[in-house]
């Protein structure tokens, strides 16, 4: 079967950094994708790693490696409105997104 | 600057009723998707349309119908709604699947079955 895993809730303090994983067992890779959604907003797009390595993006990175089914975000100088759940999701081998449940990030003052 | 936009955004239903939800998209995108998503589970996709006058299932398809006889419209139909079929339903678009080409959502429709 697909399976996507993330860890469910994580805690950080403002101005810190916080590393969000996801490990994934797919049907084909064509693709990973990290979303960010807001409580009761729709998820929009932050990332897109088809190639091993680092995507840096403003304080948004995103790392993948693709033999160990194995991804990151990694955010940096973590702001309050940062607070949101993130999504990784893989296109598979038939260019279909699976998605994991998501990682509701809490930031503190 | 729309994007992609569902109606209605919430809804109340008893269990047997039927309804349509409407997503409608102004990026000339030829990929549509219908999603539910629930509490502790990541999204899943219901049907999916590659151009205009195409659907395919998805990964849960059944109690679902869908159509699209527009390009710039995806329309997602329960025929007889049941209490499983509460969820959020978030309809997306994108340009093409292959490739580094985003998903859009819109908002969300929030539907309660009694």
């Known amino acids: 079967g697909q399976n996507i895993d993330q860890p469910t809730e994580m805690t950080a303090t403002e101005g810190a950094i916080v590393q969000i994983n996801c490990t994934y067992q797919t049907s084909g890779f064509n693709g990973l994708f990290w979303y960010q959604q807001h409580a009761g907003e729709a998820p929009t797009f932050l990332s897109y790693?088809?190639l091993d390595g680092l995507e840096e993006k403003g304080r948004f990175s995103s790392f993948l490696s693709r033999s160990k089914g194995y991804s990151y975000l990694l955010l940096k100088e973590l702001q309050m409105k940062d607070s949101a759940s993130y999504l990784c999701?893989?296109?598979?081998?038939?260019?279909?997104?699976?998605w994991g449940a998501g990682t509701k990030l809490i930031i503190k003052p | 600057n729309a994007g992609v936009t569902q109606t209605p955004k919430f809804r109340v239903l008893k269990t047997g009723q039927s309804m349509t939800l409407l997503c409608a998209q102004d990026m000339n995108h030829e990929y549509m998707y219908w999603y539910r998503q629930d509490p502790g589970m990541g999204l899943r996709l219901i049907h999916y349309?590659?151009?205009?006058?195409?659907?395919a299932k998805g990964e849960v398809p059944d109690g679902y119908n869908v159509s699209r006889l527009k390009k710039q419209n995806f329309l997602l139909g329960l025929e007889s709604a049941a209490p499983s079929q509460t969820s959020v339903y978030f309809c997306?678009?994108?340009?093409?699947?292959?490739?580094?080409?985003?998903?859009?959502f819109g908002d969300g429709t929030r539907l309660s079955i009694l």
């Open positions: 997306a678009s994108s340009y093409q699947a292959e490739g580094n080409q985003p998903q859009h």
């Open positions: 999701a893989v296109v598979d081998s038939n260019y279909q997104l699976i």
């Open positions: 790693n088809v």
């Open positions: 349309s590659v151009g205009e006058g195409t659907t």
